[in-house]
């Protein structure tokens, strides 16, 4: 029983093949899109701090004085140059924009400046990876 279903198979394959290839072309919905085109689904702002720049313990510079001018300047302080503004916290600010391509894939990307973009503006993105609009 085996043998004759396997040669029944063996003998309709070219039949099959034919009717595959006569079938007519329907483009593929993932083809006839952009693969790098989608819409902003959200932008977030994130800041971090970066902590005080690493100084190594060594010998003083010298002594320092500081003064504080005008209004909310702040206190006076006196000590070694290594030490004086060396407990200052430097803030970064990135934006985060997350894309639902039009695949149904979605792209996250993270830029230093604000984007020209908001939420529901459709996009694509370039060969070096930055986002641009779509007109």
């Known amino acids: 029983m085996r043998t004759i279903l396997a040669c029944c198979l ?3 394959a070219p039949v099959f093949a034919q009717a595959q290839a006569d079938a007519p072309k329907v483009p593929d919905k993932a083809a006839a899109t952009c693969a790098d085109c989608g819409v902003v689904r959200s932008i977030r702002s994130i800041t971090r701090d970066i902590g005080p ?3 190594t313990e060594g010998k ?3 002594l320092v004085a500081t003064i504080p001018l005008g209004k909310g300047g702040g206190k ?4 070694s140059s290594s030490k004086i503004g060396a407990d ?3 803030k970064s600010e990135t934006w985060e924009i997350t894309v639902r ?3 149904g ?3 996250l990307v993270t830029v230093d400046e604000q984007p020209d973009l908001k939420e529901g503006d459709k996009v694509r993105f370039d060969a070096q990876g930055q986002v641009q609009r779509r007109d």
């Not at 006076?76 to 000590?79: C, K, M, Y």
């Open 88 to 90: 200052k916290v430097v």
């Open 76 to 79: 006076p302080q006196i000590g």
């Open 10 to 12: 063996v003998a309709s």
């Open 60 to 62: 003083p510079s010298g």
């Open 101 to 103: 391509l039009d695949d």
């Open 53 to 55: 720049p690493n100084t």
């Open 105 to 107: 894939r979605f792209r």
